[in-house]
């Protein structure tokens, strides 16, 4: 069992920054695939970025290319996701998520309950 827990998410104007954190309990995290995924009100929930289990290989979506990195620390168990340049389509509930596939679909095994981020035009 994972369980994760997302930090990091507020307020912010549109331009700015923010640091999205995800902390993970049980010791098979490090084999896990990472990934990040937001649901803006009234969608669905849409993929992000995606980092594999060594943190060698990353996908991105390419409404965040470029702006969004993704990265993890598996001595800590944590997962980051450094936002810059930020838009208010980027305002969303944003998740962590880990499982044995790396891949840009839903279908991670554990999700974290999510860390609202507000973009301010």
């Known amino acids: 069992q994972v369980q994760l827990v997302e930090s990091g998410g507020g307020l912010v104007q549109t331009g700015g920054s923010l640091r999205l954190s995800c902390a993970a309990s049980?010791?098979?995290?490090?084999?896990?695939?990472m990934g990040w995924f937001r649901q803006a009100p009234g969608k669905d929930r849409e993929f992000v970025a995606a980092i594999s289990w060594g943190g060698g290989r990353t996908y991105y979506a390419d409404s965040v290319k470029g702006r969004f990195t993704i990265s993890r620390d598996n001595a800590r168990n944590t997962g980051n996701l450094q936002m810059k340049s930020l838009k208010p389509e980027d305002t969303a509930v944003y998740y962590c998520?880990?499982?044995?596939?790396?891949?840009?679909?839903?279908?991670?095994?554990?999700w974290g309950q999510g860390t609202r981020v507000t973009v301010s035009s």
């Open positions: 049980g010791r098979t995290f490090s084999s896990y695939a």
């Open positions: 998520a880990a499982g044995p596939v790396f891949s840009r679909g839903l279908g991670y095994d554990y």
